[in-house]
């Protein structure tokens, strides 16, 4: 019997498609006809966490090198079927995004700065050897499964919907190359509050043995294998009471690059910023060029230069370095109390968040969720 979700593709590649009236694109809507009825939603939602619950819908486009994009469709969530020679599994051509939906007051429903993550998973596949997604299509993706599934939009404080656009070759082969078949998919799930008893700061830990990312690789990609690498540190870090782990350059072991899914930033006793300066082994975060637009338009400095361990362990014991945070989609903002190894402990766990770092956070929650006006006209409203 063929899988549910193989009858759809085999619907949408012939039936003809409806045009939603605002956009370019053709989506065929198949309604999930067992969703999730709404006090068992609505219990989730009241508790969400993260990536713990989906939506009810997915969005799937196809694309072949003789057909480019097509067969657009927001079909029922449901299990993929993968032939087990598909090149995803033996050669990781994966890439992913993560975004959120926010609901503001008035029960509309945005999203921030979603050109950049399109502009950014263009770049990542290009790195994969996967096909680009017009930055349209991306947007107009996730406005199809937000309008499905808009109900699974939380209403509580700083909750949301995580959106999750990722693309796989689904090709049948175990030929070392680039794919001449794809799947792009976008999937919801419902997020809490990072801080669920207000913003603490957190001791991460600093693999001083592992690296994330070389020079020429795939570290601006956002692509899976990155996070695969990231994993053996992340549970060393864990082991040692920290929930995040710091890596260093490749080349000296010196100089702080990210941690696993989120950049960093310093911040001195004169209110500037330090951040590690982009480069092909860091991923160019959403998070972390807003961040920097926000301390530019309040008059704040930003450096964007290499930060090396000594330099932190200096800074902290003579008050340059006042505060040191984290950013990124999942946990917008988040300070840091110590950076740790086997070998030294810089900072004090007993410290609160500072002032600065609350300050930034604040700003970005206000124009997410609707409190403060956009100035940078970065939301984009999805319904």
Same mark, same amino acid.
């Given at each position: 019997?063929?899988?549910?979700?193989?009858?759809?593709?085999?619907?949408?590649?012939?039936?003809?498609?409806f045009?939603?009236?605002?956009?370019?694109?053709?989506?065929?809507?198949?309604?999930n006809?067992?969703?999730?009825?709404?006090?068992?939603?609505?219990?989730?939602?009241?508790?969400?966490?993260?990536?713990?619950?989906?939506?009810?819908?997915?969005?799937?486009?196809?694309?072949?090198?003789?057909?480019?994009?097509?067969?657009?469709g927001?079909?029922?969530?449901?299990?993929?079927?993968?032939?087990?020679?598909?090149?995803?599994?033996h050669?990781a051509?994966?890439?992913?995004?993560?975004?959120?939906?926010?609901r503001?007051?008035?029960?509309?429903?945005?999203?921030?700065?979603?050109?950049?993550?399109?502009?950014?998973?263009?770049?990542s596949?290009?790195?994969?050897?996967?096909?680009?997604?017009?930055?349209?299509?991306?947007?107009?993706?996730?406005?199809?499964?937000?309008?499905?599934?808009?109900?699974?939009?939380?209403?509580?404080?700083?909750?949301?919907?995580?959106?999750?656009?990722?693309?796989?070759?689904?090709e049948?082969?175990?030929?070392?190359?680039g794919?001449?078949k794809?799947?792009?998919?976008?999937?919801?799930?419902?997020?809490?509050?990072?801080?669920?008893?207000?913003?603490?700061?957190?001791?991460?830990?600093v693999?001083t043995?592992?690296t994330?990312?070389?020079?020429?690789?795939?570290?601006?990609?956002?692509?899976?294998?990155?996070?695969?690498?990231?994993?053996?540190p992340?549970k060393?870090?864990?082991?040692?009471?920290?929930?995040?782990?710091?890596? #260093?350059? *490749? @080349? $000296?072991?010196? =100089?702080?690059? &990210?941690?696993?899914?989120?950049?960093?930033?310093?911040?001195?006793?004169?209110?500037?910023?330090?951040?590690?300066?982009?480069?092909?082994?860091?991923?160019?975060?959403?998070?972390?060029?807003?961040?920097?637009?926000?301390?530019?338009?309040?008059?704040?400095?930003?450096?964007?230069?290499?930060?090396?361990?000594?330099?932190?362990?200096?800074?902290?014991?003579?008050?340059q370095i006042?505060?040191?945070?984290?950013?990124?989609?999942?946990?917008?903002?988040?300070?840091i109390?110590? #950076?740790? *190894? @086997? $070998?030294?402990? =810089?900072?004090? &766990?007993?410290?609160?968040?500072?002032?600065?770092?609350?300050?930034?956070?604040?700003?970005?929650?206000?124009?997410?969720?609707?409190?403060?006006?956009?100035?940078?006209?970065?939301m984009?409203?999805?319904?």
């Open positions: 019997m063929q899988h549910p979700l193989g009858t759809f593709l085999s619907v949408l590649a012939n039936c003809p498609l045009m939603h009236p605002s956009t370019s694109f053709q989506f065929l809507h198949t309604q006809t067992q969703p999730t009825d709404q006090p068992t939603r609505e219990a989730i939602l009241a508790n969400p966490g993260f990536g713990r619950h989906y939506s009810d819908h997915m969005v799937s486009i196809a694309w072949e090198t003789d057909k480019a994009w097509h067969a657009c927001v079909s029922p969530y449901a299990p993929l079927v993968l032939d087990p020679a598909s090149l995803v599994l050669y051509q994966a890439v992913f995004e993560g975004l959120k939906a926010y503001h007051a008035d029960g509309s429903i945005w999203t921030f700065r979603p050109r950049v993550n399109a502009q950014r998973f263009s770049r596949a290009e790195r994969l050897g996967l096909p680009e997604l017009p930055e349209d299509l991306f947007i107009q993706s996730l406005r199809e499964l937000v309008q499905a599934d808009q109900a699974w939009v939380p209403n509580a404080a700083e909750s949301s919907l995580y959106l999750r656009p990722f693309m796989i070759a689904n049948n082969s175990l030929s070392v190359r794919a001449d794809v799947a792009y998919y976008v999937i919801g799930s419902p997020a809490g509050p990072y801080f669920s008893s207000g913003v603490t700061p957190v001791p991460i830990w693999s043995e592992r994330r990312a070389a020079r020429g690789g795939t570290g601006y990609a956002k692509c899976a294998g990155n996070y695969a690498g990231s994993l053996a992340l060393e870090a864990r082991k040692n009471g920290c929930p995040q782990v710091l890596f #260093l350059d *490749s @080349e $000296h072991g010196e =100089y702080l690059e &990210e941690l696993g899914g989120m950049n960093i930033f310093i911040v001195q006793k004169d209110g500037s910023l330090i951040t590690p300066a982009l480069s092909d082994s860091i991923l160019p975060g959403v998070t972390r060029a807003s961040i920097i637009e926000l301390a530019h338009a309040e008059g704040r400095e930003v450096q964007e230069r290499a930060i090396g361990l000594t330099e932190v362990r200096e800074g902290l014991a003579s008050k006042t505060e040191i945070f984290a950013c990124g989609t999942a946990a917008l903002i988040f300070p109390s110590v #950076l740790k *190894s @086997e $070998h030294f402990a =810089y900072g004090n &766990e007993s410290n609160f968040a500072g002032p600065v770092t609350l300050v930034l956070r604040k700003q970005l929650i206000d124009i997410q969720y609707g409190f403060a006006p956009d100035a940078h006209n970065w984009v409203r999805l319904v």
